[in-house]
C-alpha cells in the first residue's frame, strides 16, 4: 500500500490517558505551519496546551483523536462544555497528515456527538486571517461573532490570547449553531 493511501486511511475515536504526550506532539507539529506566517512564526515554538487540560477533557469525554491504521494518533481535537456550548480548545493534525480530511472528521465527529449531548452551539477561537482557521471554520459553518455578540467567557478567553501574546485584532471567536441540524434530525 502506497504512504499516501496509508494517510488517507484513518478514524475518530475517543482519546486515553496515555496518549497526552502524543497529542502534545502533534501540536508541536501542526505548530509548524505557522513557521510560513511572518508575524505568527513564533507560534511554531511555542508552548502545547498542558497535560492537565487534555487529562481533564480525556476524563469528561471531550477528547477525540483521529488515528492511523495502527491505532496512533494523528491528530485531535479538545474541548470542553460550558452550559449548552461545546468550545473546542485546540484542534491540531500532524503536519503529515494535514489536507487529508482530518480536521473536516474531527469537526463532524464533535458535532455528532454534541447532538446526542442535546447542546446548541460549538464555540471557538481563532485566527481570522490564517487560511487553515477561521477560513477554513468559516467552509464548515461557522460564523465570526461581532465583539457585540461575544458572552463574557469568549470575551475572557480573547483577552487572555491577547495577554498570550497574539496580537490584538487577530483572533475571533465563532460559533456553530446546532439549533438549525437539531430540528433537522428530529424531522
Known amino acids: ?18 496518549e497526552v504526550e502524543q497529542l502534545q506532539t502533534i501540536e508541536i507539529s501542526a505548530a509548524q505551519s505557522f513557521r510560513f506566517v511572518p508575524a505568527l512564526n513564533w507560534i511554531a515554538a511555542s508552548d502545547t496546551m498542558s497535560a492537565d487540560t487534555h487529562r481533564r477533557s480525556i476524563r469528561t469525554g471531550t477528547c477525540w483523536v483521529a488515528v492511523n491504521t495502527v491505532d ?11 452550559r449548552n456550548d461545546v468550545h473546542i480548545l485546540e484542534m491540531s493534525v500532524a503536519s503529515p497528515w494535514q489536507r487529508c480530511g482530518i480536521g473536516k472528521a474531527l469537526l463532524q465527529h464533535l458535532t455528532q456527538w454534541a447532538l446526542r449531548e442535546k447542546l446548541t452551539c460549538i464555540t471557538l477561537t481563532t485566527f481570522q486571517e490564517v487560511p487553515w482557521n477561521a477560513p477554513f471554520y468559516s467552509k464548515m459553518g461557522f460564523v465570526i461573532l461581532l465583539n457585540k455578540d461575544l458572552d463574557q467567557r469568549l470575551l475572557s478567553v480573547l483577552d487572555r490570547e491577547h495577554d498570550q501574546g497574539f496580537p490584538k485584532g487577530s483572533r ?11 430540528h433537522k434530525h428530529r424531522n
Open 1 to 18: 500500500m502506497n504512504s499516501r493511501v496509508q494517510k488517507q486511511s484513518f478514524q475518530i475515536r475517543d482519546a486515553r490517558l496515555k
Open 172 to 182: 475571533c471567536a465563532m460559533r456553530f449553531d446546532l439549533k438549525s441540524i437539531a
Open 72 to 82: 496512533t494518533p494523528v491528530g485531535f481535537l479538545t474541548a470542553f462544555v460550558d
